[in-house]
């Protein structure tokens, strides 16, 4: 098995959950552009702001080259993984409830808990565990993508592709600068990230999306310098008329995602041969713990920012260094206990 894991896809979730927890940081360095007064930083920070917002999408990605071409019945997907991540939000919520009443003394209200499970968790860093309810979702609709996938064409993929730059990019930019609400119109191959997002890993993975290399990958490479700067064109323009808001962060973002895991897989699968046996296995295990790291990285934070409390850009590069750091050796040692390991 671990002869025919695939480098690039350890390399891009670890990347992705780095980005994760940048996304995190607030005030010191996700949203730090909204307190920038030179307009330069401003971009920059912006850009970077724009561009963490693949973590996710990449993460999807990954589930669908690993996952869609496997041969799995129903009872075993929804015993071996769908019941797993229902566990895993019940613990991890639970735990998160408890440590916070302990800190702020705060009661335990048992029903709170039950409805915050039911409805997706919201407080504190537990907040990013809407990803556990999305990739639930994303593992119960399963049996159909795989049907989806394994039987999809190059022509498909172009169609598909052209309704995400339509309904994810070209009607947006339109609808605000015509002050327009949304369209009524809804595509959910494009705009469920639980659907779009996992094809696509699945089609690149299996060299469905690209006929002829170069020029599909100068498309898709202009296409994803547009969307950055799509999207951070229009959040600094709402920004400067007193509206702030995420809406355009993700503008076009599929294309930014796409071309991320692409280029990622395309160098990884070139330099195939400079990566040795101990660069492989401390890859491998990295990888391996990045699901714990997301699962734990909020205990970090909450220790992390009591040290790090002056909201400067460079302390949110320290705090994802140190959260990782930290994240990652206390999964490490969680994976070596029976029975933990089995859902870290």
Known sequence: ???????????????????????????????????????????????????????????????????????????????????????????????????????????????????????????????AYWFLYAYISFLIMLPLLKI????????????????????????????????????????????????????????????????????????IGLMALISIISSVSLTLISFKHGEVSETYYTLLGGFVTIFTFFMMKKICEKRQYKFGKRKKETIRWISNCTFGIFLLHGYAFMTINEVLNQNRYYEAWIKVICVFVMSLLATSVLKKIPVINRFI
């Open 1 to 127: 098995m671990e002869k025919s894991r695939k480098i690039y896809i350890d390399i891009i979730k670890i990347v992705a959950i780095l980005l994760v927890i940048f996304n995190h940081t607030g005030e010191s360095g996700f949203l730090a552009y909204q307190k920038q007064g030179n307009i330069y930083i401003q971009i920059i920070e912006m850009c970077i702001t724009s561009f963490c917002k693949i973590a996710v999408p990449l993460y999807f990605m990954c589930s669908g080259a690993l996952l869609l071409g496997k041969n799995e019945d129903i009872k075993e997907l929804l015993r071996k993984r769908v019941l797993k991540y229902i566990i895993i939000i019940i613990i991890f919520t639970v735990l998160y409830y408890i440590i916070l009443s302990f800190r702020d003394g705060g009661e335990i209200d048992i029903n709170w808990i039950l409805r915050t499970i039911y409805t997706s968790t919201t407080f504190s860093f537990s907040g």
């Open 148 to 219: 989806i996938a394994q039987n999809i064409t190059g022509e498909v993929l172009k169609y598909i592709l052209g309704i995400y730059a339509v309904f994810g990019g070209i009607l947006p930019i339109f609808e605000k600068f015509m002050g327009l609400g949304g369209i009524a119109i809804s595509i959910p191959i494009v705009s469920y990230q639980t659907i779009f997002y996992p094809l696509l890993g699945y089609c690149i993975d299996q060299n469905l999306i690209i006929e002829n290399e170069t020029k599909e990958q100068k498309i």
